[in-house]
């Protein structure tokens, strides 16, 4: 639905739906290329456009998973191994850097690693940059450097689509000795969208990216690409070994399952990879630069509405921004009241403690008229 | 396919998967009772059969989850969460126990907790009984005792199918303060069969549970449900927290996102709802009970050629045998003639350091003839 833009929607393709289907009647197993190679090749080809998006090099490679959440985590238990490797003990207590901003996934891997998160200030777009990742460096002691072993980068956050400094951060990572990983679960898609490709500028520094083909790029649930500099580190993080697997384990193929937390998967990654296949990665970028061109309007149109005030220029497809005089109750009763009449799905987040108002726009099918429609509903 | 009975094979029914194609179609956002209180209600009541199949108490609920894998992650999370709770430090390290019999997933996730695994001696089915789980309580230092928070039980290895002695491991796990968690991915389907039911008993005193669907319950990838005795304690470990997010925690309402590692996700309970809903249980149990007959015609055909010997009478529906005189690359070649003449998908496992091979028959349309025309490949 054009109008539903809270949270960040879903909105796949048709070939990706009718494919989907596919997948589920086929029942191929997309653990393992034995068990499904032709499947795992078509995903590895998916997987390559957006290596290829992303400037890694060609030997980059990973799985599709569950989710973003799926995503951040397995990335981060291998960045975690990896630095395992590289230590004769285990540190006191394992740490990562991010910010405040970072998805709430982060936090939940985290939690479920067991390890502390050393946060970094965010400045006053709320963009992690290389001059803050150093200062914070700075100021820790031998024992709290020697437990980090990733640095936390997002490349377009949930609430209001910011990217990192990745370039600087990308330089201090390495000088560093810390893996870096970019949540790219929702910006990641506008790597397609040449309009805003320098703003990613330096993601070909990073160990793993996650992107979420079912968030920017059309695909249905659920469906995340995590993707790795190195994959062989990440195969030494995740493979599962079993009497019953091993004849999988022994041969020197593309086991989807050794990229990751999982081990039975969906093959996941098919409808994205039909639907690419179908329309073209032109077409991709022209949905995408047309979603952004419709965010760029509809910032426009809040400013010139005096009761709607911008909280940020938009950076991708996020356009945030404060009804004048409103509190909390008031938002909340709008947003119900939308819902209840079937105009639209827009909720009331929460930014620096201050409640406003969200559109993710990640459909094409949007239109600036939707938006204005919206917004006239405010006045 | 009848013959393909590498691994545990997933065997949808025809229901499942045209509801399938529904939910990719719909784009339904399953993590929220506020997005799709339809799609969470029947999930629910899916869930709501297997509570009742394994006695827990009505308020026992929790979500559908990618597999077995994220499952059971996410209740060991939890009951890490809950243990810390009720702790004022953290012990030096954390530590559940298990047997070298379950789910290589049960490592994965220690690896990702980075929680040590505490193995205690399987007896010689294989199975964990209540008195080597005392016998190992009793060897631990205080230290070591402090740091323990759950105990691992399997309800059908997948290897062999045999289920661990619930009964007097709950009773321990209650009186030692410990979290009972039950694997059942493969074998908790086998709870619906009324031949094989008291082989669980003793599972109602689980604090959790993970059972797949797309294993022997005749859903498409990927459906594991995770179950809790007390979904609160999991939700205080799970939920998420964002500025965006808020308005959906500040309700009252049944989220799926907060009883597991995950937040985007596919209603992915609905086709096993739909499909239960479709065909009713007792359609299911009579699936379930052909092939637990099919299995136990299959151990006999076993014992009527000399040149094959069973491992070990199955339990459930999965019969392990050897092939008299042959070394592994026999097994190898066999699997991969059987394989490439469209014949069988029947790959070799290795239990206690010897090769052996392996039916998991989990699909109803397999026959005892599909597995004599196996066996006398054999000969």
Chains 1, 2 share one sequence.
Not at 82 to 109: C, D, F, N, V, Y
Not at 324 to 346: H, K, N, T
Request: proline share 4%; charged share 20%; hydrophobic share 45%.
């Amino acid at each position: 639905h054009p109008r539903f833009l809270a949270f960040i929607p879903s909105a796949p393709s048709e070939a990706s739906v009718l494919f989907d289907l596919v997948v589920a009647a086929s029942s191929l197993y997309g653990g393992s290329w034995l068990e499904s190679a032709g499947a795992v090749y078509a995903e590895n080809q998916a997987l390559s456009w957006l290596v290829g998006l992303a400037g890694l090099p060609e030997a980059a490679g990973g799985a599709f998973v569950s989710g973003g959440t799926a995503g951040n985590l397995s990335a981060l238990v291998a960045a975690r191994s990896a630095a395992a490797e590289k230590r004769e003990h285990r540190p006191r207590r394992w740490a990562l850097l991010a910010t405040g901003r970072s998805h709430s996934s982060i936090q939940a891997a985290a939690d479920v690693m067991d390890v502390d998160v050393v946060l970094v200030e965010p400045d006053e777009h709320g963009r992690m940059t290389g001059s803050a990742l150093g200062r914070r460096l700075d100021e820790l002691d031998e024992e709290q450097r020697d437990g980090l072993f990733a640095v936390v980068t997002t490349a377009g956050t949930t609430n209001l689509g910011v990217i990192d400094d990745l370039e600087t951060i990308g330089f201090l990572a390495k000088t560093n000795d810390l893996w870096m990983h970019v949540d790219g679960a929702y910006g990641g898609a506008a790597l397609a969208a040449p309009s805003r490709r320098q703003l990613f500028n330096g993601i070909e520094h990073a160990d793993s990216i996650v992107l979420d083909p079912h968030k920017w790029l059309f695909a249905p649930f659920d469906c995340a690409a995590l993707i790795y500099r190195e994959p062989e580190v990440a195969r030494r993080a995740h493979t599962q070994h079993a009497g019953y697997l091993d004849p999988i384990n022994d041969r020197d193929e593309w086991n989807p399952s050794d990229y990751a937390h999982h081990l039975s998967r969906r093959a996941r990654g098919l409808p994205f990879w039909y639907s690419l296949a179908t329309y073209g990665t032109d077409a991709y970028r022209d949905a995408i630069e047309k979603t952004l061109r419709v965010a760029e309007e509809a910032a426009r149109a809040v400013a010139d509405r005096s009761y709607v005030e911008l909280l940020e220029e938009p950076t991708l497809s996020i356009v945030a921004f404060r009804r004048l005089g409103w509190q909390p109750a008031d938002y909340q009763a709008w947003s119900e009241r939308m819902l209840a009449e079937g105009i639209a799905f827009v909720l009331p987040s929460v930014f620096e403690g201050e409640t406003m108002l969200r559109l993710a726009i990640v459909n094409p099918a949007t239109t600036i008229e939707d938006i204005e429609l919206i917004l006239d509903q405010l006045a």
